[in-house]
């Protein structure tokens, strides 16, 4: 393979830290009517400069909780997936692959993750969209506020 092309970016593996599912007995379901999928992502990245590692938890809320909430259940799953750098990579780069690369690269073990669960509780299995990191990245930032 031309080494040019290659990422300076390991992927060394996954865990799935936690899931919840819960399902809404209270749920009634109406013919014809198709349920919007609600859910939301986030990520967490960590990075070691000194060991070029880095460290995402990736979170993914499918359907509000509640009492008032009407939809068919709650699931929450969280995954966290560990990379490492070569170590001629620079440490501007290295956040940029902990802040886009790697949640990317992660979002499709979300994916299979929240389709398996589904399936198994044998409700209408779940695809999640697919998500720009990208601008999922630009509304994690915080807004910079400017005081005077």
């Not at 990422?7 to 899931?19: M, N």
């Not at 109406?30 to 349920?35: A, E, F, P, Y």
């Not at 070691?48 to 009492?67: A, H, Q, R, S, W």
């Not at 299995?125 to 400017?146: A, F, M």
Request: charged share 25%.
């Amino acid at each position: 393979m031309d080494k040019s092309i290659e990422s300076q970016l390991i992927f060394r593996g996954y865990k799935v830290l936690h899931i919840s599912y819960k399902l809404n007995q209270n749920f009634k379901p109406q013919k014809n009517r198709s349920i919007p999928l609600e859910f939301k992502v986030r990520f967490e990245p960590t990075v070691d400069d000194t060991n070029k590692e880095i460290n995402v938890d990736l979170f993914c809320n499918i359907f509000e909780e509640g009492p008032e909430a009407d939809n068919p259940f709650h699931l929450e799953v969280n995954l966290r997936g560990w990379f490492k750098a070569n170590s001629s990579v620079e440490e501007d780069e290295l956040h940029r692959y902990a802040e886009i690369n790697a949640p990317a690269i992660l979002f499709p073990f979300l994916r299979t993750v929240v389709s398996s669960i589904t399936m198994a509780a044998n409700v209408p299995p779940v695809i999640l969209p697919l998500v720009n990191i990208n601008r999922l990245n630009e509304r994690q930032k915080p807004k910079e506020t400017i005081t005077d």
